[in-house]
């Protein structure tokens, strides 16, 4: 399936992996890649050497292209929009803020430039400021989330930018990926269900708590502060909302997810931790591997897109 993204990034398949903190390291990236999508090693607020680390051990496990997602507000973002351009990497995407700053260095290296949008104003400003592409991101997905859902955000940003659009958000099959581009979205970001990839270092509780999860078992944290979260219901989910609704600062709030992702990621703490998913976990019921997700979400995907032609 060719499309604008396809060709820019140099991939076979329009699936870009999400660039999740903790979880997306060099060995899902790499495997992602390896199945004909694009990989991204999360940045999170990883020191830029960590970062050059992982992605001198994904050029190991691939020849193919694979990117970096900045997370701006990292205290070691500087350090990081330098480390992609020294290492050659051609694809970088952003999150929780604006690249202006490092667009002028990244292009002049040739670097592909792809914000996460959760507005179409916010898209708008990204293609002025010349990125390349766009990845609109609904609600349903997991972690940091905006307020309009995948459904109607894409076709909203779809009409607002020349630049191609990728939809991210409650994406985890290939009926996903056909409403996407139904919608006028060129390639999809999938995010929850790479977590329980085979090639995924994401703790085995974790991944279980993913796979044996409920449509209704996903919750927001953080709503009243402007900093919503969307993870998987545990003990910390009902303690945060209910001091939440107690009206606790969001320091003090803060303060109880500190760590908690690592704590679920590394640790397989998913009681206490922060298991971040989306909405669609429900619909993930098993380990695979990269290639095994990749190839059956595409082959839906396409059968789909044929009969609708």
């Known amino acids: 399936m060719k499309t604008r993204v396809t060709e820019l990034l140099g991939i076979e398949h329009p699936i870009i992996q999400g660039g999740m903190a903790w979880v997306a390291e060099y060995h899902l990236a790499a495997a992602v890649s390896e199945a004909g999508g694009l990989g991204l090693i999360g940045g999170a607020n990883a020191p830029g050497e960590v970062i050059r680390d992982y992605i001198r051990k994904a050029k190991e496990r691939t020849s193919k292209p694979f990117g970096v997602n900045v997370m701006l507000m990292s205290p070691y973002a500087d350090d990081v929009a330098k480390v992609v351009v020294e290492e050659g990497i051609k694809v970088v995407t952003t999150g929780a803020g604006n690249p202006g700053k490092y667009m002028d260095m990244w292009k002049a290296a040739g670097i592909k430039v792809i914000p996460v949008v959760a507005s179409v104003a916010l898209a708008k400003m990204m293609e002025k400021a010349g990125a390349d592409a766009v990845v609109a991101e609904g609600t349903e997905s997991g972690g940091h989330i905006g307020e309009a859902t995948t459904m109607t955000l894409v076709p909203q940003v779809v009409d607002a930018v020349n630049i191609p659009v990728i939809a991210a958000g409650g994406i985890a099959d290939g009926r996903g990926i056909a ?101 669609i976990a429900g619909m993930i019921d098993k380990e695979q591997t990269c290639k095994e997700m990749i190839d059956e979400m595409m082959a839906q995907a396409e059968a789909l897109l044929k009969g609708a032609r």
């Open 179 to 279: 409403a996407a581009f139904m919608l006028g979205a060129e390639a999809v970001q999938i995010g929850t269900r790479f977590v329980v990839a085979k090639e995924s270092i994401v703790h085995e509780n974790y991944k279980q708590r993913i796979i044996k999860a409920k449509d209704i078992d996903s919750t927001v944290t953080g709503r009243s502060h402007g900093h919503p979260v969307r993870c998987l219901r545990n003990q910390m989910t009902r303690e945060y909302n209910k001091l939440e609704s107690e009206g606790k600062s969001f320091e003090e709030l803060e303060y109880l997810t500190l760590g908690t992702l690592r704590k679920a990621v590394q640790e397989g703490d998913v009681t206490h931790g922060t298991v971040m998913a989306g909405q």
